[in-house]
């Protein structure tokens, strides 16, 4: 069956986190999205792991839907940081886990719960290295996985230019050979990470990192498998390109940690304009925020427009929000831009991921004025113009005032 996946979420026990984060509201707005398979993030904290217990019934195949409901399944994840030092530098790590049952989760819990506290946040904090969590969690659960999160960002992943490493073996050395995937993050996309050849046996995947019930869905995967928790990490750990059909991407320009700069001093640098200034802000006089685009380029193998063998499809997608409150130059959540899009997503009960990607122009006439109907053609075509995001600012989107085309899409 056709699963569309967001498999990494916060809860509203994480950090920088709206309070409606909450399962209900997570299963509520993963049906308004289309997505039939969402995280649960944050089963490390107890008060959010008790709510879970209460809310899910298992559906015997590794997944859990919420009492009285049917459609949106649910799989048990967390995000875990490790922040150590190695070879005098230190290092911070952020990991995706999954675990196939509610014992699975109690396991690792108890292992983790040796190391430091799981009441302090959603996402906790260790000091011990990113491979000895692989060992750890594999000696708990050996069904689990574990990710690397948002690989290129700078300051909290495998890859980041502040606090990360060049490879993924410097990283997990032995434990290496446990590691399947990535997550990309919002600031990259596949073909920038096709660049890196050490990649290549990797499966790419996207999640949203959804830290608000809005946010679902911005990134996720698209698999043809069995709906079960074996099957998904399965069709992930093979990197079945059959099973795999594509994942759903941000325009990496959009991603708050795209080009490099400084927020506060207002300066945005390609990486060229970087090196030209020797790394350093020309207003302040201390050292840019290095971002993804040349992170990648410092550790490319690859000339740019490469495509791998094995390489998973993707697509480029904007929100539904963002592309309504472009054609009508006004911000997302003005009273008239939710009200259009509750009209049509909430109470015509269209899923969000649907309109994005599949509905003829015809349809598109039907539900929505001709502005945004056009939009959303030339977002497909990738007919967009971006100014890229940079130290923690997201990037500004412009469609509506692009050439129109009525083509259709292709992956790649």
Not at 6 to 20: E, F, I, N, P
Not at 231 to 249: A, C, G, P, Q, S
Not at 354 to 374: C, K, S, W, Y
Request: with cysteine.
């Amino acid at each position: 069956m056709k699963i569309i996946a967001d498999l990494h979420v916060h809860s509203k026990y994480s950090r920088a986190t709206s309070k409606d984060m909450d399962v209900y509201n997570i299963g509520l707005w993963a049906g308004y999205k289309g997505i039939n398979l969402v995280g649960t993030g944050d089963f490390t904290h107890p008060d959010y792991l008790k709510e879970l217990k209460k809310g899910l019934i298992s559906q015997g195949n590794g997944l859990f839907v919420l009492k009285g409901t049917k459609g949106v399944n649910f799989m048990l994840t967390t995000e875990v940081s490790n922040v150590y030092s190695y070879k005098g530098k230190l290092r911070r790590v952020h990991n995706i886990l999954t675990a196939p049952s509610f014992e699975s989760v109690d396991k690792i819990n108890k292992a983790l719960s040796r190391f430091g506290r799981l009441d302090y946040d959603g996402r906790p904090i260790f000091g011990f290295s990113a491979k000895e969590l692989v060992k750890l969690v594999l000696d708990a659960s050996p069904q689990s996985m574990i990710i690397p999160a948002h690989a290129w960002t700078p300051w909290y992943s495998i890859f980041g230019s502040n606090s990360g490493f060049d490879s993924i073996e410097e990283c997990f050395e032995e434990q290496a050979k446990y590691i399947y995937a990535i997550e990309t993050g919002l600031s990259s996309d596949p073909p920038m990470n096709w660049r890196i050849g050490s990649l290549d046996r990797i499966t790419l995947i996207s999640n949203s990192d959804a830290h608000s019930p809005e946010k679902l869905g911005r990134e996720a995967n698209i698999f043809d498998c069995e709906m079960s928790y074996t099957d998904v990490i399965n069709t992930i750990k093979t990197k079945d390109t059959k099973r795999f059909l594509y994942t759903i991407e941000f325009f990496p320009q959009e991603g708050k940690y795209h080009f490099d700069g400084h927020r506060s001093c207002r300066i945005r640098f390609s990486p060229e304009q970087t090196i030209q200034n020797n790394g350093i802000c020309p207003v302040c006089g201390k050292p840019l925020t290095i971002g993804v685009l040349n992170r990648i380029e410092q550790l490319a193998t690859r000339r740019q427009g490469i495509i791998p063998d094995n390489a998973i499809p993707f697509k480029h997608i904007i929100p539904l929000k963002e592309i309504m409150a472009d054609a009508f130059s006004t911000r997302v959540n003005t009273v008239k831009i939710n009200k259009l899009y509750n009209e049509v997503i909430v109470d015509k009960g269209i899923p969000e991921l649907n309109i994005l990607q599949d509905f003829p122009m015809d349809e598109l006439n039907r539900f929505f004025p001709v502005e945004i109907a056009h939009a959303i053609l030339n977002m497909r075509n990738g007919m967009v113009s971006i100014e890229p995001g940079y130290d923690g600012a997201y990037g500004k989107i412009s469609i509506k005032a692009l050439p129109q085309s009525n083509d259709q899409p292709t992956l790649f």
